[in-house]
């Protein structure tokens, strides 16, 4: 079992994010502070959205290549 932690910043405008939060776009790509890509699905993104949209810094976890968590820092 293989856990590993990503990092990243993200500021979304909400007009940006809506084709994610409709289910338009299903996956979000990002890049962590190391400069690695990741792919994860944006369902996990939909709790942290304001009327201004999505920004912060996040904590993405995976356990054997699979999402496991995703968590605002700040």
């Known amino acids: 079992m293989q856990n590993k932690q990503y990092f990243f910043s993200l500021d979304m405008a909400y007009p940006q994010f809506l084709p994610y939060y409709q289910g338009k776009i299903s996956?979000?790509?990002?890049t962590s502070t190391k400069g690695v890509r990741v792919q994860f699905p944006?369902?996990?993104?939909?709790?942290f959205i304001t009327p201004n949209g999505i920004k912060g810094y996040f904590r993405l976890e995976t356990k054997n290549n699979k999402f496991f968590s995703l968590t605002k820092l700040q």
């Open 42 to 47: 944006a369902t996990h993104l939909r709790k």
């Open 27 to 30: 996956a979000i790509v990002v």
